[in-house]
Nanobody
Framework: QVQLVESGGGLAQAGGSLRLSCAAS????????MSWYRQAPGKQRELVAVITSGGSTNYADSVKGRFTISRDNAKNTVYLEMNSLKSEDTAVYYC??????????????WGQGTQVTVSS
């Protein structure tokens, strides 16, 4: 079993910044990719950013140059630094991780979601 705890969401003004964190714990042998998704009201969940175990990153075009994903492997934690926020960044943000448990079983988990609201 793997648990994910997200934090850092909240209210920000347009042009401001927020930092999201997602800490994984439990029966973890390895974590492969760690990702952030978001879902705005009435829209489908979309990938925001992903970081592989080797540190390679990829971003949605809408956030390139404004958001930065990083991870601390020692803490099993992924971060999303969000700068130059826009009203269209308003959404519930979810972290997602997958990898292998201590018993070498593949796992795939989502965080509970954290609300990010950007006021214009």
């Amino acid at each position: 079993q793997v648990q994910l705890v997200e934090s850092g969401g909240g209210l920000a003004q347009a042009g401001g910044s927020l930092r999201l964190s997602c800490a994984a714990s439990g029966s973890i042998f390895s974590i492969n990719a760690m990702s952030w998704y978001r879902q705005a009201p009435g829209k489908q969940r979309e990938l925001v950013a992903v970081i592989t175990s080797g540190g390679s990153t990829n971003y949605a075009d809408s956030v390139k140059g404004r958001f930065t994903i990083s991870r601390d492997n020692a803490k099993n934690t992924v971060y999303l630094e969000m700068n130059s926020l826009k009203s269209e960044d308003t959404a519930v943000y979810y972290c997602h991780v997958h990898g292998f448990s201590d018993s070498m079983r593949y796992y795939d988990y989502w965080g509970q979601g954290t609300q990010v609201t950007v006021s214009s």
